[in-house]
């Protein structure tokens, strides 16, 4: 659709054009636009308190446990991804992929209304076993109770998993086709208002959902999101008829699977290893080398050389993206281990209407993390950019990453001294707080102490999310650049598996960091403390490493400029060969 219109459209828009750019297109937009906005409403009001949700009665699943449950439903969400874009670009279409996405999207969260309702979730999961509520002194100590209900609901997690990484993979790329004909402007406009909604839907969610789940109750909580979920389906389904849709026409890792596939055969990895060493003094080359170079048609191989070279780029981007693993792990503390926190920390009551006073969502906190996105990245875009650019100070993206990740160590590290704290109160005084339904054992330390780490958590995402991605859309080539969002959402789901194995670590009772096996509700007779420092530690040796390795990267592409600009410079200087 671009060809047919030429050049032209990469020019400045000319005069009403702005007004113009989504002329016709209007519809096909807004339905894009809500059907996200209501998709993250619903995707949040899973997340913000489904800790709560499990660590309380009837379930009654340590924090730990219920921390990993999250971990690992944002984590298949993420993990998902690259398949969700691949089904769409290779065999359904992304029209044909959003859609069935949502309909399993609202099948799993249908089970969340279900599971909070107690007369259903009697008949799904059977009445709650009893459990011993004597506090074990001395040993033998009882067994961890079994986690109630876990099959339903680590199954319902499971299909809106999948639903929402489908969903997260397809829905950006569809929006920017709707107006992808009209320039650049036209995109950029939508990407601005995509990324409304998609706040939009977060703080709606964080703020009006959480505050329902914690202080009404679960039923009506999850009902809401599941309606959003509902209505976004319909309003996807009725915009089949104003939006413009393409046919599958192929994915870039079905080219990436198929040249692994080939270059790793053994009978291609005998053949070459025969030719390799033939005679003697050849200098062999680089094992990555032999493994893609012998998939190009010079050399016999079924792929083009552009092909080929575009995988091989792919090498330099998913070591950074490994690197980034730690900062994932990090980065979803926030809605997992940090919420844990906030339900021990004294949390103010909200004057109300109701006999029953309301308690201060303990999930609004994560609210920080997106207003102070929406603050700052126009002021670092506005402001803060353009001086250190006219300055010649402006860092690297590979640098930006670093200070991301030195300030998401920071807020491990605060997290870790406030638990510490935390810990020295509760041995002296606690104090009885209803967050709920559920009595929390709480320090006599308001939970305003939180506010810095999520604060450096938000700072630490304006510099390493947006420059990893920056990064790899700069080194990937063109064919690339729809496989690298799914490759920067994988290893996105890798940190986040990555935070349930530790939290499963260091659950084990050998180390008992984070398994009581006194009180299976709380974790004050746990080291949270201990779970947040290894998370620190572990960044800060990554960052150490990261930036050794992001300096030889910064060298060797500076030397390989200079090559580019001599080898330019000699070409213009040669003499052409006389007629």
């Known amino acids: 659709m671009e060809g047919e219109n030429g050049p032209s459209e990469e020019r400045a828009p000319l005069l009403g054009a702005r007004r113009a750019a989504f002329a016709g297109r209007r519809l096909a937009c807004a339905a894009v636009l809500l059907t996200e ?11 913000a308190n489904l800790v709560l949700f499990l660590n309380g009665k009837p379930f009654g699943w ?19 991804s690259p398949f969700g874009g691949w089904l769409a670009d290779a065999l359904l279409g992304r029209a044909r992929a ?53 099959p339903a609901t680590l199954s319902a997690l499971a299909i809106v998993g999948l639903g929402v990484g489908a969903v997260k993979a397809n829905i950006t790329p569809f929006g920017a086709d709707q107006v992808k004909d009209r320039g650049p402007e036209a995109t950029r406009r939508f990407f601005n208002w995509f990324y409304w909604s998609i706040n939009l839907g977060a703080i709606v969610s964080l703020g009006g959902v959480a505050y329902v789940q914690q202080n009404v109750s679960f039923v009506p909580g999850y009902a809401i999101p599941t309606v959003c979920i509902g209505v976004a389906f319909l309003i996807f389904l009725c915009g089949q008829s104003c939006f413009i849709t393409k046919p599958p026409d192929g ?63 792919l090498g330099k981007i998913v070591p950074v993206f490994l690197a980034l693993i730690p900062y ?109 339904n559920v009595v929390y054992f709480a320090a006599d330390l308001p939970i305003w102490w939180q506010v810095p780490q999520y604060v450096l958590i938000g700072i630490s995402e304006i510099f390493a999310s947006i420059a ?30 990555v935070g349930s194995g530790l939290l499963a670590l260091v659950s084990l009772r050998a180390i008992g960091w984070m398994s009581n096996h006194t009180d299976f509700g709380n974790i004050n007779g746990c080291h949270l403390d201990f779970y947040f420092f290894l998370l620190a530690a572990i960044q800060g040796a990554t960052l150490l490493l990261f930036l050794l ?8 592409r500076l030397r390989g400029s200079w090559r580019a600009v001599s080898r330019r410079a000699s070409l213009r200087s040669t003499p052409r060969p006389a007629a």
């Open 37 to 47: 906005l209501l998709e993250r409403a619903a995707f949040y009001g899973i997340t």
């Open 62 to 80: 340590e924090g730990a446990q219920a921390s990993q449950a999250l971990l690992l439903f944002m984590g298949l969400t993420y993990l998902v």
């Open 98 to 150: 959003i859609l069935l996405s949502l309909a399993l999207y609202l099948f799993g969260m249908l089970a969340f209304p279900l599971l909070a309702a107690p007369a259903t979730r009697t008949a799904l999961c059977g009445a709650p076993r009893p459990t011993s509520d004597s506090n074990c002194s001395a040993p033998p100590c009882p067994e961890e109770p079994p986690r109630y209900c876990a």
């Open 251 to 313: 994915s870039a890792f079905t080219d990436l699977f198929r040249i692994l596939a080939y270059s790793c055969r053994p009978q291609r990895r005998a053949r070459e290893h025969g030719q390799s060493g033939e005679g003697s003094g050849v200098f062999q080359q680089s094992s990555k080398q032999s493994l893609f170079d012998s998939c190009k048609m010079s050399r016999g191989g079924p792929f083009t050389e552009d092909t080929v070279d575009d995988v091989k780029a």
């Open 328 to 436: 994932w792990t990090v980065y979803f503390q926030m809605q997992t281990t940090y919420v844990l926190q906030s339900l021990h920390l004294r949390i103010p009551e909200i004057s109300s209407i109701t006999t029953t006073p309301h308690t201060f969502p303990a999930a609004w906190l994560t609210m920080f993390d997106a207003v102070l996105i929406l603050l700052l990245i126009p002021l670092k875009d506005k402001l803060v950019d353009p001086i250190l650019r006219r300055k010649g100070l402006l860092p690297s993206s590979l640098k930006r990453i670093a200070v991301g990740m030195f300030f998401v160590m920071c807020s491990a590290f605060a997290a870790g001294i406030l638990e510490s704290k935390r810990l020295d109160l509760v041995k002296e005084k606690t104090i009885n707080q209803t967050i709920g």
């Open 468 to 497: 990893g991605l920056e990064f790899a859309y700069a080194a990937a080539p063109k064919s690339m650049q729809s496989a690298i969002m799914g490759l920067f959402f994988f290893f996105s789901g890798v940190g986040s598996f």
């Open 549 to 556: 390795v992001s300096v030889k990267y910064d060298r060797q």
